[in-house]
């Protein structure tokens, strides 16, 4: 490793998470020299456009394509909750997070589950200490607000990462509300049955898309579901690097449910020759685990968009594989 590049990057990025120790900070550092002059050019624009705009209820053309480059930093939070509509469903019910939190007793099997989970959120991350109680409390609002889901593994990492950039815990019961609800409605229900539908979808895209990839991925005889659950459960949380995750999230809340089938497919396209390279099912799960989700492909986050939005994908196309998914289940 050359030590100069390693010298420039604290081995903490700036969310608070520790980088691994086979992390490359030389590609790291090829890929920020750009970027950053990136970021410095995006925000100025967001500076310019959300003087002109405040509102960003409605995502036009312009506002999309701004999305898509990237939201900076310090306007997720509130760009976020606007173009999500989860602002607006938060001044339709201002007092719901606050009377949620005031609903005690909490049931106990509840408030165990969670319990137990916070010390598994994020032990990487070195201010999540500190922030432990603050996402108990939007994950136990949010249970005793949605009977039907209550509390689900997979919605901590979605719930703990909305509140490291927002650190608001009201804006994250929203937005959290607004991603179980609208985006993947039933993926954390206790029969799961909107994920499994999705998962189905996914593999009959890799098919149409990458049929080779999916032949050998079924010789080798490692499920969809064991490499892609994470993927839609977590929306990529805790699965790739946080700021991939974060430009992801910005076309999620902008686009819908969509992205998320975008995402998982640009990770097929983008490292079929390696999946097709693995001669044994343990070396292929072993790449989706593992080397895939922190190689320079997932690292560098603005190449990974781009290559998301390269892809062919109509929602058509989507709405028509769950009809016949679900069809298939039934």
């Known amino acids: 490793m050359d030590a100069t590049a390693s010298s420039k990057f604290s081995d903490v990025d700036e969310y608070g998470f520790k980088r691994g120790d086979h992390f490359d900070y030389n590609n790291y550092s090829k890929f920020m020299d750009g970027y950053l002059k990136t970021l410095t050019r995006r925000r100025m624009k967001w500076e310019a456009i959300l003087q002109q705009n405040t509102d960003l209820t409605q995502v036009d053309a312009k506002l999309k394509r701004y999305i898509r480059k990237g939201i900076p930093g310090p306007y997720r939070p509130d760009v976020w909750m606007k173009i999500s509509g989860a602002a607006a469903a938060q001044r339709r019910s201002p007092d719901l997070f606050r009377n949620l ?5 909490f049931d106990k099997e509840i408030s165990d589950s969670i319990s ?22 939007i994950l136990i609002a949010y249970a005793h607000h949605n009977r039907d889901v209550g509390y689900c593994q997979g919605l901590n990492y979605i719930a703990g990462l909305l509140l490291i950039v927002t650190d608001d815990e009201e804006k994250s019961f929203w937005l959290l509300k607004h991603i179980v609800e609208n985006i993947v409605p039933q993926y954390h229900s206790h029969n799961m049955a909107n994920l ?35 993927w839609f459960i977590c929306i990529f949380a805790e699965v790739l690097p946080v700021e991939t995750v974060l430009r992801i999230w910005d076309c999620v809340f902008a686009e819908g449910y969509k992205i998320v089938f975008r995402a998982a497919l640009t990770m097929f396209v983008t490292h079929k020759n390696a999946i097709l390279g693995c001669d044994d099912i343990a070396a ?28 062919r994908l109509k929602r058509s196309e989507l709405e028509s594989l769950r009809k016949v998914a679900v069809l298939n289940t039934a």
């Not at 939190?101 to 007793?105: K, Y």
């Open 101 to 105: 939190l005031r609903t005690e007793p």
């Open 284 to 311: 292929l799960a072993n790449l989706f685990r593992d080397t895939m989700i922190q190689d320079n492909i997932v690292t560098d986050c603005h190449g990974f968009v781009e290559a998301m939005f390269s892809l």
């Open 116 to 137: 137990i989970d916070l010390p598994r959120t994020f032990p990487d991350n070195i201010h999540f200490d500190m922030k432990k109680q603050r996402l108990y409390n």
């Open 196 to 230: 499994l539908r999705d998962l189905a979808v996914f593999r009959e895209l890799v098919i149409r898309r990458i049929p080779a990839v999916n032949r050998h991925v079924d010789n080798l005889g490692l499920p969809y579901p064991v490499i892609a659950s994470k």
